[in-house]
Nanobody, 117 residues
Framework: QVQLVESGGGLVQPGGSLRLSCAASGISFSFYSMGWYRQAPGKQRELVAKITDVFSTNYLNSVKDRFTISRDNARQMVYLQMSSLKPDDTAVYYC???????????WGDGTLVTVSS
């Protein structure tokens, strides 16, 4: 059974930092690109950051230089370090596992990040 379990969300003041974690199980983790998406109320889900199986990364323009995605294949974990948080970063953040060759996608249930004073 595939599971992606996010953690680390919460309430933070503007300018603060949070680290999101995603624990994966039931997949051959090293073969997957891992991504963090977010969905704010009334908006479409968007890709925030992605790290491929060969550790190539890309980011949403609005989070570049503030967010860093990383992965630990041995622990089957992916992280999103978020700093200089803004109210616009408020959203539910979802972990995604994607294997292009097999056209497979898995999603976690999400973790809420609220940036507010």
């Amino acid at each position: 059974q595939v599971q992606l379990v996010e953690s680390g969300g919460g309430l933070v003041q503007p300018g603060g930092s949070l680290r999101l974690s995603c624990a994966a199980s039931g997949i051959s983790f090293s073969f997957y690109s891992m991504g963090w998406y977010r969905q704010a109320p009334g908006k479409q889900r968007e890709l925030v950051a992605k790290i491929t199986d060969v550790f190539s990364t890309n980011y949403l323009n609005s989070v570049k230089d503030r967010f860093t995605i990383s992965r630990d294949n041995a622990r089957q974990m992916v992280y999103l370090q978020m700093s200089s948080l803004k109210p616009d970063d408020t959203a539910v953040y979802y972990c995604n596992a994607h294997w292009e060759q097999r056209r497979v996608d898995y999603w976690g249930d999400g973790t809420l990040v609220t940036v507010s004073s």
